[in-house]
């Protein structure tokens, strides 16, 4: 019988020198029957593991040892971090190693790894009424405060325990998952406005069913094509397919647009449609040949590169030796002596825009009205539509015109009406189908009239009605205002209205 308990008991100090780490102890009879002898319990594995522990209870205890060596060292801070290094199972228990034969429980902490980090300004929203938790998952605790259905809240962090994602909104605060997404909401209608933004938001998919990824920033504007409310009383505006936003984030202009198929006006700037830059060949008409007309001396009254002017723009391609084209590039524009940037700055003039996405009709009528006007007095130039420093055809008029109201009025622009072919805009405007045609009994102030060539019944010319019978318009030899039917123009075609 000595000899068997010291057997068992150098057993016992040599499993304790090799590790410490022992699982429960097992009863098992010695070699002469006496069961009140121990052998050493069967060493615990503890397996290499990197991670950071999160203490998530109160007493959460630090142990020294494990199984039926263990001892608690001390009890650990709430929500403090420990370093993990190995870990170890013992009676269906994991345990996590954070200092030499020092361990917490898994039942104690959350892992660093099971956590996501959110992007910057992350937001989430609560369609229910919601409990703010401390902690989360096994660890959550109500804090007592409920959140709001249709509160929104930055998310820093999110983490999923027991199959449920829960986010964090602040220090330990924690919202569950179940408790957002989508609001409750009626069928959404179409419409049509403009909302401009008081404050930043968040753009959503769906009424609040998850962030879309971006907030829109104060100040911008943004056209509304649908709105539904949802069950807590919100208005909500969706801006892009199915992505929307809260209304109270902004206030509602009074947005005006055409319907479809017309013309649809822009609340930005349009830009040119052409080169900027084209080159003047035998058909050229608009500003530039004006300028080469003259500078060559001949008769720049019908502002057109004939044949006499491209061969004088021979001869002195010859005399500068310049590629004799007959065309003229910027080359030879500087050569006569004009700005190298005014060859460019002709042709890319478009009127600015002076409406926004909250103009009303009426204030679209008077811009381009007010345009039209900046070239009063200035010398009818065949095939131009520049900038109010120079001429213009009454095509031309009417263009820079509509492009300072929003409209822009393709495929007619400032740049094709110089080109060979396209002097009559005016006819090409006319059979536009976004042009809607209205009886002539019917005109309003901020009309297009149209005019019949006398004999041809081809469509010759185009002006814009002021009201009580007057139009301003570009005729040789000036930008003018006249009578809506005189002696030199009495035939009407028919009557376009741009802004119905």
């Not at 000899?3 to 097992?26: N, R, Y």
């Not at 142990?63 to 608690?72: F, K």
């Not at 986010?167 to 403009?194: F, M, P, R």
């Amino acid at each position: 019988m000595k000899k068997t308990i010291k057997l068992a008991m150098v057993t016992a100090f040599s499993a304790l020198i090799l590790g410490p780490l022992l699982g429960p102890a097992t009863a098992v009879t010695a070699a002469d029957g006496d069961s009140s002898s121990t052998i050493a319990p069967a060493p615990v594995t503890v397996t290499p593991y990197r991670d950071v522990a999160i203490i998530q209870t109160a007493q959460a205890k630090l142990y020294t040892g494990l199984g039926t060596n263990a001892s608690v060292a001390r009890t650990l801070p709430k929500n403090s971090s420990w370093q993990v290094w190995g870990k170890a199972d013992v009676n269906g228990q994991t345990f996590y190693q954070v200092a030499p034969n020092q361990f917490v429980s898994g039942a104690d902490i959350s892992l660093k790894s099971a956590y996501t980090a959110l992007p910057a300004n992350y937001v989430v929203g609560v369609n229910k009424a919601a409990p703010l938790y401390s902690g989360f998952g096994a660890h959550a605790t109500a804090t007592g405060t409920t959140l709001k259905v249709g509160s929104t809240w930055k998310a820093a962090t999110k983490v999923t325990a027991n199959g449920t994602t829960w986010y964090q909104i602040g220090t330990n605060q924690w919202v569950s998952g179940a408790d957002i997404g989508e609001l409750a909401h009626n069928a959404a209608t179409s419409t049509t406005k403009t909302i401009t933004l008081t404050s930043a938001t968040p753009l959503w998919n769906g009424i609040m069913a998850s962030y879309a990824g971006s907030w829109l920033p104060k100040g911008s504007r943004w056209k509304v094509t649908a709105e539904a409310k949802s069950t807590n009383g919100q208005t909500w505006y969706m801006v892009s397919t199915n992505q929307w936003i809260n209304a109270n984030a902004g206030t509602i202009g009074s947005t005006y647009q055409n319907p479809s198929p017309y013309w649809q006006i822009q609340s930005t700037q349009i830009q040119p449609t052409g080169t900027v830059g084209y080159n003047l060949v035998e058909g050229s008409e608009g500003v530039k040949t004006w300028f080469t007309l003259w500078w060559l001396g001949l008769s720049n009254s019908y502002s057109r590169m004939n044949a006499t002017a491209v061969n004088k723009v021979k001869y002195y391609q010859r005399q500068w030796g310049l590629p004799v084209t007959g065309v003229v590039d910027v080359k030879f524009w500087t050569h006569m002596g004009f700005p190298y940037q005014r060859w460019f700055d002709i042709d890319k003039y478009i009127a600015p825009l002076k409406t926004n996405a909250n103009s009303t009709r009426s204030q679209h009528i008077e811009a381009m009205i007010s345009t039209a006007y900046q070239y009063l007095g200035n010398p009818y130039i065949v095939g131009a539509s520049s900038s109010p420093g120079y001429g213009t055809d009454c095509s031309g008029l009417v263009m820079q015109s509509l492009y300072s109201a929003g409209i822009n009025p393709l495929p007619s622009s400032s740049i094709r009406h110089a080109q060979p072919g396209y002097e009559w805009e005016s006819r090409n405007l006319w059979a536009n189908p976004q042009l809607k045609k209205v009886p002539y009994s019917q005109r309003q102030r901020g009309d297009l009239i149209f005019y019949y060539e006398p004999g041809t019944g081809l469509i010759w010319h185009v002006a814009i009605y002021l009201g009580n019978n007057q139009v301003i318009e570009s005729w040789p030899p000036k930008t003018m205002v006249q009578p809506i039917v005189n002696s030199q123009r009495s035939w009407i075609a028919g009557v376009g209205r741009p802004f119905i």
